[in-house]
Each structure stands twice: as structure tokens, then as C-alpha cells.
């Protein structure tokens, strides 16, 4: 596992990295000027990188995260400096690691097994998960306590866009395209579940494009099917807030309390399916299905289509599909369709 430094006038404060330096007895920070890129340089695995915000306000996508942009040095000519696409992503834990594996908390091990997990997709080859490059710890100056802090992290390949910011910008997206799309992203969930993956936290900013291929990322609330200690905690709330399945709900309200009647709290493939459904529809119209909706709801007029997203969202899982690869035989039909008439 390849480690790495910052330089020692880089400090984290919130979840960014900012430039320090000691003005009239107290620090200064400030945002990292993307001008002067030796002053923002690191080395990982040999190669020498120039690291930028990951956009220009210094916004950080990341809630648990610090997400940056990396210029391979070579790449880029000082004297005409152009920041174009960057040759990797960085994702670093915001929170400094633990010294004892035993003493890590939530977060750290969620992040652990992200890594985990992606190395695993990486070495089965999935098209439709995003590809991870290094992992390891990073040491960043704590200008506080005047230390270096260890973190997490991995670099990952960096994607045009977000499903969101995607759909945003092509507002007249074919129905052929939209299809394409909806099975991309089934073929991904299908991806993880063969390795006994949930993912759990679907939603349109954790899915992405690079180059010509939607790709599932973002794997930070992932469980494992055969997991015999979990990283969940009685009653948390699990998911993305918009895009959560009934399941997750009913464990963040219902789990552990002795109500009168029982619900299914369990998160399994099952809410990967629901909460792809819910993805499916905006793909398809632009908006999220909430309460009760019928099929004149749905703008698209095609009842094999309706009946697949319906299914994927019924509140029972005994209603839902029972697996991916059920919606997946039943997309591909669709998009052959397509084919013939284009």
C-alpha cells in the first residue's frame, strides 16, 4: 500500500485542505492556490502529482471525505499552466485514524471496507463499478497540535459527471439512452451483489460517467451479505435521504422497540432494488416517486417499463423482484426493441 505526505504548510480544516502559515502570532489558513502547483505537490507510488479542489469554489463533495483532483506533474507545463482532466481522484478520511485497529470507529471502518471492496471489483474487472488505483495512509499537519495525522485513502479514476448533473444538462435525453442507462446501472448492482455486496446508499451523486460508461461509486455504506459482525448500530438510519427503501426506515424507527406489530428492518439486495426503482424513475422523468403513484403518473407511456419500475418500488419486498438479474432480463428485451428501430 502505497503512503504519501502532504507538504507541511497543508493542514485539514473541516474537511479541506488549505495552505497555513503563522501571521502575528496566530495561523493563518487559507485555500490552496491552484497557481503555484509545486506548492501543492505529492508524491504516490513513485509519481509525482499536482492536487487541486475538486471545483474552484473549494466545495467539498465528500461528507465524510476529502475529495481532490490530481495532475500527474509531468502533464502539466508551468509555463502555460492549464488544468485539464486530472489522471486520478483523491478521497481521503477526514478523520485521523485510529492507532489500534480495535479502537477505529464507525466511520473509519466504513471507510476500510470501501477499499476493501472496490479492490475486490477492480480484480473481477466490473465495467460498472468505479475502478480504484492506490490505497493506503496519507500523513497531513495537524497545525494545532503541530503533528503529522494519519488518514485513510484511495485514489479512484475521475468521471465526466454525476448522474444528477448529467440528466440536469441533457434535458432531452432519448428514451434508447434512458434504457441504456437503467440497465448500466442494474448490470453494476448485479456486479456488487456477486460478491455478496449491498450497496444501500443509491442515489444520482453517487453514480457516474466516465468516458462512455455509467458506473456505480460511492461505497461507503456497503454491507456484505455473509457479514458476521456488522458496522450498524441499533435504529441507524441508513441510506440517502429521498432514495431510502422501506427497510431502512423501518430499522431507524422501529428496530429494537417492543411495538405491537413487527416490520422488516433488514437492508439487503432487496433495498438495492428499491432504491434503483426510485433512481429508474427519475432517469425516466426527472422527478422521485413519492406516496402513492399510478401509471398515468408516469410520463413515459410504455406499460412494460412502468410494470418493471412499479415492481422494483412495491413497499414488500415479497412484491418486489427477488433479484437484479430478473430486471435485468426484462430491460434487455426493451433495448433490443430499440435497436431494431433505430
Same mark, same amino acid.
Not at 495525522?149 to 479512484?156: A, I, P, Q, S
Not at 446501472?185 to 451523486?205: A, E, N, T
Not at 405491537?260 to 422521485?288: E, P, T
Given at each position: ?21 503563522f ?33 474552484a ?32 481522484i483523491?478521497?481521503i ?49 495537524n ?9 485513510l ?6 468521471? @465526466?459527471s454525476? +448522474?444528477?448533473?448529467? !440528466? ?5 435525453? #432519448?428514451? &434508447?439512452?434512458?434504457? $441504456? ?24 451523486d ?44 423501518n ?22 432494488i ?6 429508474f ?13 399510478k ?6 407511456? @410504455?406499460?412494460? +417499463?412502468?410494470?418493471? !419500475? ?5 413497499? #414488500?419486498? &415479497?412484491?418486489?423482484? $427477488? ?20
Amino acid at each position: 500500500m502505497p503512503d504519501f505526505t502532504f507538504p507541511k504548510n497543508k493542514t485539514l480544516v473541516g474537511n479541506s485542505i488549505r495552505t497555513f502559515e503563522f501571521v502575528k502570532y496566530k495561523f493563518r489558513h487559507d485555500p490552496i492556490d491552484p497557481l503555484n502547483p509545486k506548492d501543492n505537490q505529492i508524491n504516490i507510488d513513485g509519481t509525482d502529482y499536482y492536487f487541486t479542489y475538486l471545483d474552484a469554489s473549494g466545495r467539498n463533495k465528500g461528507g465524510n471525505s476529502i475529495i481532490l483532483k490530481l495532475y500527474a506533474s509531468q502533464g502539466i507545463k508551468l509555463s502555460n499552466l492549464q488544468y485539464d482532466e486530472p489522471d486520478r481522484i483523491l478521497k481521503i478520511l477526514k478523520y485521523k485514524k485510529a492507532k489500534k485497529t480495535f479502537l477505529r470507529k464507525k466511520t473509519e471502518k466504513r471507510f476500510a471496507k470501501e477499499i476493501a471492496a472496490l479492490i475486490k471489483c477492480k480484480k473481477k474487472k466490473f465495467q460498472n463499478v468505479i475502478s480504484i488505483f492506490e490505497s493506503g495512509t496519507c500523513k497531513i499537519y495537524n497545525s494545532k497540535d503541530r503533528i503529522y495525522d494519519e488518514h485513510l485513502y484511495y485514489t479512484m479514476e475521475y468521471a @465526466n459527471s454525476d +448522474l444528477k448533473d448529467y !440528466v440536469e444538462d441533457n434535458i432531452d435525453l #432519448s428514451f &434508447k439512452k434512458k434504457i $441504456n442507462l437503467c440497465l448500466s446501472l442494474s448490470q453494476g448492482i448485479d456486479q456488487l451483489k456477486s460478491l455478496g455486496y449491498y450497496h444501500r446508499d443509491i442515489k444520482p451523486d453517487n453514480i457516474f460517467i466516465v468516458g462512455e460508461t455509467w458506473k456505480i461509486g460511492d461505497l461507503g455504506l456497503l454491507a456484505e451479505r455473509d457479514e458476521e459482525e456488522g458496522i450498524d448500530q441499533e435504529n441507524d438510519f441508513i441510506g440517502p435521504r429521498g432514495w431510502i427503501s422501506p427497510e431502512a426506515m423501518n430499522k431507524f424507527l422501529c428496530e429494537g422497540n417492543d411495538f405491537k406489530y413487527k416490520h422488516d428492518c433488514k437492508i439487503d439486495h432487496q433495498s438495492d432494488i428499491y432504491q434503483l426503482g426510485k433512481v429508474f424513475w427519475y432517469i425516466l422523468q426527472n422527478n422521485a416517486p413519492v406516496g402513492v403513484f399510478k401509471q398515468q403518473d408516469c410520463n413515459i407511456k @410504455n406499460n412494460n +417499463l412502468y410494470t418493471i !419500475v412499479r415492481t422494483m418500488l412495491n413497499y #414488500s419486498k &415479497k412484491r418486489r423482484y $427477488n433479484d437484479i438479474a430478473e430486471v435485468i432480463s426484462l430491460l434487455k428485451p426493451i433495448e433490443n426493441k430499440l435497436q431494431l428501430v433505430s
